[in-house]
């Protein structure tokens, strides 16, 4: 069964420090691999998308991904996190064959702390 | 460009009443998303346009729910009759084709309240 799982629903992290939210998907064939952000009362934004090519991708306000293809995952990085990154973070999989339907995982709320 | 528009942003309804939420995708856009986000399911696709042809409508919960593209710059899901367990942003995103054609760009939702 294809599927999309984000283990830490919550990730607490104090101002400046590094940051890494992690995503793992189960699927048998090629993905396409997206991660979106949705800050308070607004949509989702796209972050960062990785198609093919290079297996670190660099997206907006700093942040990064690494498709690591034998574990399945494409964790999201940043090594420096401001306040104003407190958002919710849904790791996303279009499967091949899948046209181009999304499947989304549960997401994870990042806080920052001052 | 004005991004995805969604209205209206909130509504509020009593249960058994009909209820449309309307979607203009970015202008250029062929392909149209509806979804369905609560804090017990997440993130859930509801139905997906393709040249204003539904091409894919099994996650619509039940017969309650339509949605039309009469056009390509114009999108409705309807919920007739409404309850309360519809309650839940719904997100409208469109894409456009060739290498961008797996990227979707988001409304910013309508918060519906049903009591």
């Known amino acids: 069964a294809q599927s999309v799982t984000q283990l830490d629903s919550q990730v607490p992290v104090f101002e400046e420090a590094p940051v890494e939210l992690r995503c793992n998907y189960s699927?048998?064939?090629?993905?396409?691999l997206f991660w979106y952000v949705q800050y308070p009362n607004q949509g989702l934004q796209l972050l960062l998308k990785?198609?093919?090519?290079?297996?670190l991708v660099k997206g907006i306000n700093g942040f990064e991904a690494e498709f690591n293809k034998s574990q399945t995952s494409f964790h999201l990085r940043k090594p420096s996190v401001h306040i104003s990154d407190t958002a919710e973070y849904f790791c996303a999989v279009s499967f091949s064959g899948s046209a181009r339907q999304l499947t989304f995982g549960s997401g994870t709320q990042l806080t920052v702390l001052p | 460009d004005a991004g995805v528009i969604q209205s209206p942003r909130h509504e509020v309804t009593e249960m058994g009443q009909e209820v449309t939420l309307r979607c203009k995708p970015i202008s250029g856009h062929n392909s149209l998303f509806w979804y369905r986000q609560t804090m017990m399911r997440g993130l859930e696709l509801l139905i997906y346009f393709n040249n204003n042809v539904p091409i894919d409508d099994s996650g619509m919960p039940e017969d309650r729910f339509s949605a039309k593209m009469p056009n390509a710059s114009f999108s409705t899901l309807k919920i007739q009759p409404s309850e309360p367990r519809d309650s839940a942003v719904y997100f409208c995103?469109?894409?456009?084709?060739?290498?961008?054609?797996?990227?979707?760009?988001f409304g910013p939702g309508t918060r519906l309240t049903v009591t």
């Open positions: 699927s048998s064939v090629s993905v396409y």
């Open positions: 995103a469109s894409s456009s084709q060739g290498q961008s054609r797996y990227e979707q760009y």
């Open positions: 990785y198609l093919s090519g290079s297996t």
